[in-house]
């Protein structure tokens, strides 16, 4: 597949793709259509010849230009080509059918460093020395437009992606896009420093054997290593640094005409190498092209490190994280624990002096911190997993009506009224009875522990919007209230305002449950008069993907 695109003309912007097969260009063109009035219906023609591709003119009245020289004969066309007929000027982009290959996928040995010394005897064209800076200058504009494009397309990559072998990959297709290359691949030490493992790895169609490795000159490579600079290489058997021995094959051997390969480094790390090849018939690579290269590689490397370097910090704040909720569990187990162990004591001295008032007060106090362990586990369970909730089409007031006698001793207890307000009839909806009764649970809970002793209220109602498809809980409370810029605050996991009473994960476990619903929670308060919050289910069942749930809710 060849790639034109339109720089200038009435088809500017355009972007045509050939199958392997003659097309034509021109106004009468199937596959190149242009609309250029200055051109003939049937001004040139492509073709594909043995990998490449060659352009000849159809004896067209304003002639075909390559690269600013009218076309006489057939002409073989490389990456970067321009072509010009009439007023419009179109470039070539080669052929961009790519075997990609990166990570786990890549066997380890895929890459043979010709390490039986069956060398490739190459010369090196040019070298350029790995530095801290390289300034990339060159005779041509479009060659200097090409470094800038690259050099902004993998400064993009290295603020976006944070993953090293997503950003390998990513280098990689930008050396496609803008060079010729038949075979490329990176290679990096592993972890012990020891040996060069593939990491990501190119190459176009019907250049290997499905089961024949790459193979490049370990000597080329070792260069690159030794003196830490890219080398432009091409074959011949004149440098006496990549001599080959009588009667070994030879660079044409394996196809190798024209070669960059540029150490990946920052600093003084070496971190490996990315090299590129391309068939002389095709392309030959230039001195500008492994300045690119070379900056490519001291890129590559900066974004490695800082890759590395964000997933450490990430790794850190992991660790941290895991480590303070750990402490937080603790500290509020250890509580729950000593409860339970007061209320033990006071079981073993009405068992030891037999009073029933101690056995009585004792056993109310192991089965509460019972309870609240039951609490901790579930809440735990159902935030440290995601899952897609089983819908089933339920009675949410009965639902709602069960939740709500669970928490009715604890109501009794600190002397809070707690009242129902269910809608009736209610239609069927559909619902994780399990998730949405924890969901009430939490909130309900919450909305006790929230309001005072003696005088408190907390009042709990169901409503159905049928026009919008949205079932409603409502849970209110006659609390101190929330302050606007806090609210948010209140779902965040292990923040509990409640001291040693609150865990911090039930309105957090309750928000993730209601979301896997795709529904959300609608918090109101007002400081000093208490807080209402809106549970909001969609009645219709929804993919798990879907956000429309989202946009109709708001």
Aim: a negative charge.
């Amino acid at each position: 597949m060849a790639t034109f695109s339109v720089l200038q003309g009435p088809d500017k912007g355009r972007t045509f793709r050939t199958l392997n097969e003659p097309a034509l260009l021109g106004r009468e063109s199937d596959q190149i259509p242009l609309t250029d009035r200055t051109i003939s219906r049937r001004h040139a023609e492509i073709y594909p010849d043995n990998g490449s591709w060659v352009l000849k003119d159809l004896k067209s009245a304003n002639g075909t230009y390559v690269n600013g020289v009218r076309v006489q004969e057939e002409i073989r066309l490389k990456h970067g080509d321009q072509i010009k007929i009439g007023s419009t000027l179109i470039v070539y982009t080669g052929d961009q059918s790519m075997e990609k290959l990166s990570g786990e996928r890549i066997p380890r040995d895929m890459i043979d460093l010709d390490v039986s010394n069956v060398n490739m005897d190459s010369a090196i064209l040019a070298s350029v020395a790995s530095e801290d800076s390289v300034i990339i200058a060159g005779p041509e504009l479009a060659e200097a437009a090409r470094a800038w494009k690259v050099m902004s397309e993998l400064t993009a990559a290295i603020g976006a992606i944070i993953d090293p072998d997503q950003l390998l990959e990513r280098v990689m297709d930008v050396v496609l896009e803008e060079l010729p290359v038949d075979r490329g691949f990176i290679l990096l030490y592993d972890k012990k420093g020891e040996d060069l493992v593939p990491h990501v790895v190119r190459y176009k169609r019907g250049v290997r054997a499905k089961k024949q490795k790459i193979t490049t000159s370990q000597r080329i490579v070792k260069h690159v290593l030794d003196n830490r600079a890219a080398v432009l290489c091409t074959n011949a058997m004149t440098d006496k640094r990549f001599a080959s021995e009588a009667g070994q094959d030879s660079i044409h051997d394996y196809g190798l005409h024209s070669v960059i390969c540029a150490p990946i480094m920052v600093r003084d790390l070496l971190m490996g190498i990315i090299h590129i090849d391309s068939a002389a018939a095709a392309h030959t690579y230039t001195h500008e092209q492994l300045r690119l290269m070379s900056a490519i590689g001291q890129m590559t490397g900066l974004a490695i490190q800082n890759a590395r370097l964000v997933q450490q910090q990430m790794q850190t704040a992991r660790l941290a994280a895991t480590g303070e909720t750990v402490a937080y569990l603790s500290h509020y187990i250890k509580n729950i624990l000593q409860g339970a162990q007061s209320g033990a004591d006071l079981v073993d001295m009405g068992i030891e002096k037999n009073k029933t008032e101690s056995l009585s007060k004792g056993w109310d106090i192991v089965k509460r911190n019972m309870d609240r362990i039951l609490q901790l586990i579930s809440n735990m369970l159902a935030f440290s997993k995601t899952r897609e909730p089983k819908l089933l089409s339920s009675n949410l007031n009965k639902v709602v009506a069960d939740a709500v006698s669970l928490c009715q001793k604890k109501a009794d207890e600190n002397e809070i009224m707690l009242l129902t307000d269910f809608e009736e009839p209610f239609p069927p909806i559909p619902m994780d009875t399990d998730g949405i009764h924890q969901v009430i649970l939490n909130v309900v809970s919450n909305a006790i522990e929230a309001v005072p002793h003696g005088d408190g209220v907390v009042n709990v109602a169901t409503r159905f919007d049928n026009e919008a498809g949205i079932a409603d809980i409502i849970i209110t409370d006659n609390g101190p209230g929330i302050e606007h810029d806090k609210i948010e605050e209140i779902f965040e996991p292990f923040k509990s305002t409640k001291g040693q009473a609150g865990t911090g994960l039930g309105l957090a476990v309750a928000r993730k449950i209601v979301r896997e619903h795709h529904g959300r929670i609608v918090v109101d308060s007002t400081p000093g008069e208490g807080t209402s919050f809106r549970v909001r289910l969609p009645v219709q069942e929804l993919s798990y993907e879907s956000e429309e749930t989202y946009s109709t809710l708001q």
